[in-house]
């Protein structure tokens, strides 16, 4: 059975918690841009908590019969993108994140509030 993307987002936001992940923003690009749905932006204080967070939200993907589409960057651990489709997930690692501001880039995008 197919996930919507509200379910996708969720367990991948768990995922970056269960994971400590810092700083967790949503953005809704839905009417904005074709290629997903949600960015789900966050980091990692250091290369390993970098991987281990993409690591963990590859694992819930399996685990829930998502589609991944793309895991690129997992090597260097300095921004690894994992694309599920209507959710694309960015880790940064803490250092990178202002350098590449995909919020800036998105500004045009709401920010999603976690109930």
């Known amino acids: 059975m197919s996930k919507t993307p509200e379910q996708v987002l969720n367990f991948v936001i768990n995922a970056v918690e269960d994971k400590k992940g810092m700083d ?3 953005l809704d690009l839905n009417g904005i841009s074709l290629i997903a749905d949600y960015f789900v932006i966050c980091h990692g204080n250091s290369e390993t908590q970098v991987q281990a967070i993409a690591t963990e939200a590859r694992k819930k993907a ?3 019969g998502v589609n991944i589409r793309s895991y690129e960057g997992i090597d260097t651990a300095r ?3 994992l694309d599920l ?3 694309v997930l960015h880790v940064f690692h803490r250092d990178d994140r202002s350098y590449y501001n ?3 880039l998105w500004s045009d995008a ?3 509030e976690r109930v």
Do not use: A, C, F, S
Request: aromatic share 12%; charged share 30%; hydrophobic share 50%.
């Open 102 to 104: 995909i919020e800036r």
């Open 85 to 87: 489709g209507d959710v």
């Open 24 to 26: 967790i923003v949503t």
């Open 62 to 64: 399996h685990e829930y």
């Open 79 to 81: 921004w690894v993108l």
């Open 110 to 112: 709401k920010v999603v």
